[in-house]
């Protein structure tokens, strides 16, 4: 069962997920989602960064839908994605899995490194407004090198879906809004 500390950080993301407000997810928030996101980086539909996004956001709302739909209703609660959240830690090619499409959704130049301002813009496209991200990036980045790599982000994610640490760096991945 969840601690209270793993569904207030869930709640956050879950939260800025939930575009329309009606308490759950659907295809219609990853989409708007998806659109905040492109939007923000300026991609217009049929361009290569647009349809790569795409394909990682939606290819997560069929992953999600799948794993959390337990009523098969087409949309998904909290209380859903609480009890896959309660499965996290004994399935990490899962949890790493997920890392890896974000990571990719997350770097947006494709050089292999989550920045500074790629991981802000990231957190802007989740909770939809500006968001100062210049006090959790580094602490984030653990060995101070200035960026995420793959492998670093790998653990963070790992740490905020699997874990319960609330002194993990990982709590803070989606921001002070899921961690706090």
């Known amino acids: 069962m969840s601690s209270d500390f ?5 709640a956050g993301v879950f939260n800025a997920m939930d575009v329309d407000g009606d308490g759950f997810l659907t295809e219609g928030d990853f989409r708007a989602l998806t659109d905040r996101w492109t939007a923000i980086r300026g991609w217009a539909p049929g361009t290569e960064g647009h349809e790569k996004l795409t394909g ?3 290819g997560w709302w069929q992953a999600l839908l799948a ?3 337990r009523n098969r209703d087409g949309k998904v609660s909290l209380d859903e994605v609480l009890l896959v959240v309660d499965e996290l830690p004994g399935r990490p090619e ?3 899995a997920t890392a890896d499409a974000m990571f990719d959704a997350v770097d947006e130049n494709g050089d292999g490194e989550i920045s ?3 991981y802000r813009q990231a957190i802007e496209a989740w909770t939809g407004r500006t968001t100062d ?3 959790i990036f580094p602490i984030l ?3 101070g090198d200035g960026h995420l790599s793959r492998e670093e982000f790998v653990v963070l994610w790992t740490e905020f879906w699997a874990g319960d640490d609330q002194g993990a760096a990982g709590s803070l991945v989606f921001g002070w809004v899921a961690a706090h």
Do not use: F, I, L
């Open 6 to 10: 793993q569904r207030r950080k869930v």
């Open 56 to 58: 990682v956001m939606m």
């Open 67 to 69: 794993a959390s739909d």
């Open 94 to 96: 899962t949890v790493g």
């Open 116 to 118: 500074a301002a790629e």
């Open 133 to 135: 991200t210049d006090h």
């Open 141 to 143: 980045d653990g060995n």
